[in-house]
């Protein structure tokens, strides 16, 4: 299936579905209500999420102290694929999935793609199909792993990353179809088509067999190899990073969302002073072809696109990503790896040079050459409204930031492993890892897709 046939499928799909998503004020949202003595927003049923305020210190940052919203939503959900091989060849039962952020329609989306709250049916809306394949392990596990999501925005959020290879014919029911992976790949590259918690999943998967790559893609495939080369051992990685989150000295802890500095709640929704950052907003759904038929709930919307971009570089013949340890409020175990750069550039507009991101000019002014991918993907649109980051993969000859404490060199073949276990990579990182992945095909099959 070409990438035309795939966009008329979701175009299809989104006819015969639908999905009408309004703002509204955050008073107005249905089964919502501010806590009378914090102001946090809680559905009344107690489960789904929250949006709490979170006081942060972090003295070595380039900023020291802050406030913000966040959402907490301290249940694991899952996040689940099913593979069949057909003549040898993989392929990925997949999800035409709209949701009320996606900046346009449905996307191509994991099997299963559920919080805990909705596959135990506290919405009483419809069951979700498959579920069971991946609840009782109806297969040959090829992934599974708990992974966290966006740290800026989520408190300790994280989902189970899921891949269950099946023997048997499993039918693609109504919205769901059977892709060969190697196109699924190829899908990364064209804008807003593969939502973030595919390519989550996606970069947990461990290498499959597929066609022959050629050029700057036989590279990516041939660094995949174990065993291959690298800068770093991987237990040297590992206890760098361990001593990052040992010695990092960040504190997080909740503040009534009625309390922050520099936010004000008014119109209708949540902004800061600046007019950056992001805006805490209401929307009313009303879908067909869901769980359940509409429902309120307030997200946060972005204000910019984001820049998410690797550094890579050969080394030895093998392909190195150069890895930030980052440090997040929201996450679990306080530094995870991410992109080289990673940030919303008008975030910073107002800072001084110090303050702004390593490398975010130089990666901005790449030359066109060393760009080896470049595409603006829509994060999660079930909790954030027309979220986009732009993706880049830029190669370089030269190591930029030689001997900077918070940067390493990974090769490639140590992401495979470093994504069998938790809270290493951070999400944004990982799409990264699944659109290098699919540049291993690219070079062949992306024009025959188009």
């Known amino acids: 299936m070409a990438i035309i046939d795939v966009r008329d499928w979701l175009e299809e799909v989104a006819g015969h579905t639908f999905m009408e998503v309004t703002r509204v004020p955050l008073e107005e949202l249905a089964g919502w209500r501010a806590d009378p003595v914090t102001g946090d927003l809680r559905h009344r049923s ?40 057909v003549d040898g060849v993989p392929y990925l039962l997949m999800q035409a999935k709209n949701e009320p952020g996606n900046p346009d329609g449905p996307q191509l989306s994991p099997t299963v793609q559920a919080t805990r709250s909705n596959y135990t049916r506290v919405h009483e809306g419809r069951p979700v199909p498959y579920l069971d394949f991946f609840r009782e392990a109806r297969g040959r596990v ?36 059977w892709l060969p992976l190697h196109r699924v790949h190829a899908l990364l590259s064209v804008p807003e088509l593969v939502n973030m918690d595919a390519r989550t999943v996606l970069a947990c998967l461990p290498p499959q067999p597929g066609p022959a790559a050629e050029g700057f893609g036989a590279l990516v495939a041939c660094s995949r190899l174990p065993g291959r080369p690298a800068v770093h051992t991987t237990g040297e990685i590992l206890s760098w990073l361990s001593g990052l989150r040992s010695t990092a000295d960040i504190q997080a802890r909740p503040l009534a969302l009625g309390r922050l500095r520099a936010w004000r709640r008014a119109e209708g929704r949540i902004t800061h002073d600046t007019g950056r950052f992001f805006e805490v907003i209401g929307v009313r759904v009303r879908a067909c072809g869901r769980e359940v038929g509409g429902w309120d709930q307030p997200m946060i919307a972005p204000v910019g696109t984001g820049v998410a971009a690797f550094l890579v570089r050969r080394i030895g013949g093998v392909l190195h990503a150069l890895a930030h340890a980052r440090v997040d409020p929201g996450y679990t175990d306080v530094v995870e790896l991410a992109p080289t750069v990673q940030c919303t550039p008008g975030n910073y507009d107002h800072l001084p040079s110090r303050a702004r991101p390593p490398l975010l ?31 880049l993969v830029v190669e370089t000859a030269e190591d930029p930031l ?39 095909h690219a070079d062949r099959l992306t024009a025959a897709a188009r």
Not at 407 to 412: E, H, K, M
Request: hydrophobic share 40%; with cysteine; proline share 5%.
């Open 402 to 440: 030689p001997g900077h404490p918070d940067f390493r060199w990974v090769a490639l073949h140590q992401l495979d492993e470093l994504l069998r276990h938790s809270y290493y990579l951070n999400v944004e990182a990982r799409t990264l890892v699944s659109c290098l992945h699919g540049l291993a």
């Open 142 to 177: 090829l992934a599974d792993v708990r992974q966290s999501e966006q740290g800026a925005w989520f408190y300790r959020k994280r989902n189970r990353n899921m891949v269950v290879e099946v023997a048997a014919h499993v039918e693609a029911a109504e919205g769901f179809r």
């Open 46 to 85: 107690g489960r789904f999420f929250t949006v709490e305020g979170l006081d942060v210190r972090h003295p070595a940052g380039p900023v020291t102290a802050w406030t913000q919203p966040i959402i907490n939503q301290p249940e694991a959900g899952i996040l689940g694929i099913l593979l069949k091989r």
């Open 361 to 391: 000019a130089e990666v901005l002014a790449a030359e066109p050459g060393s760009v080896r991918f470049d595409t603006v993907l829509a994060e999660e649109g079930g909790r954030f409204y027309h979220a986009r980051n732009r993706y």
